[in-house]
């Protein structure tokens, strides 16, 4: 097992989770395990895919995989469901931190189509995509910003990716908006936390918290 492959524990937890084969007979020749560790591997190195180390798998189908659940929103459920989880065992810390850090885009980012539907391979996915792909110009060139709630265990509770340029202030009503964490059983889904933000969140968040009951106030950086 390599350094930031899936422990026993986690895949004990994580393969419940995931989406039943259509197909019986005899099992695949690159078990999911393996090629799920292989897309970890790319998203925590940043590699190409090409690049993705052979003891994964086949680079093609190590890409195949993230780019078929990412299409049809399977590692959008995966996520709900691993949340819903964590939130029944007591493991969320409903006191959030919003905060913004921004990535430079790859060079071929600027060839990138107007129009995602006349791609030659739409992005697709659960939600639409932004008109400007998330990619804009700033300080350090073309860029994209990450907009990110995570609770006090470092766990991601809601994410909204702009263009480099944007501010934070305006997006922090729209991140909190996507903390929906549903419940097992019957029960609304949990959406109101307390946050602790950013500095450059909060002028927008002293502005709103008339709108914040007396346990979900937003706090203030320390």
Request: proline residues 9%; contains cysteine; aromatic residues 8%.
């Amino acid at each position: 097992m390599g350094r930031g492959d899936l422990t026993d524990e986690q895949w004990a937890v994580l393969e419940p989770l995931l989406p039943k084969g259509a197909r019986s007979g005899r099992p695949p020749v690159w078990p999911r395990r393996r090629l799920i560790d292989g897309i970890r591997f790319r998203v925590r190195t940043g590699v190409p895919w090409r690049d993705v180390p052979v003891e994964y798998g086949p680079w093609g189908r190590v890409y195949d995989l993230f780019r078929r659940w990412q299409r049809n929103g399977t590692w959008y459920r995966i996520l709900t469901r691993l949340q819903s989880l964590a939130d029944t065992k007591g493991a969320i810390t409903w006191d959030l931190s919003i905060d913004s850090t921004v990535c430079r885009a790859h060079q071929h980012a600027a060839g990138a189509r107007k129009h995602g539907g006349l791609q030659k391979e739409p992005p697709g996915g659960v939600f639409a995509e932004p008109d400007d792909h998330g990619l804009g110009r700033s300080r350090g060139g073309f860029t994209t910003k990450l907009h990110l709630a995570v609770e006090q265990g470092q766990k991601p509770m809601a994410i909204v990716i702009t263009a480099g340029q944007c501010g934070d202030s305006p997006q922090f009503e729209p991140v909190l908006e996507k903390v929906r964490v549903p419940r097992f059983g019957p029960g609304r889904p949990r959406v109101r936390p307390r946050v602790c933000c950013e500095s450059g969140s909060c002028s927008l968040m002293i502005t709103s918290c008339g709108t914040w009951g007396p346990d979900e106030r937003p706090v203030g950086p320390a």
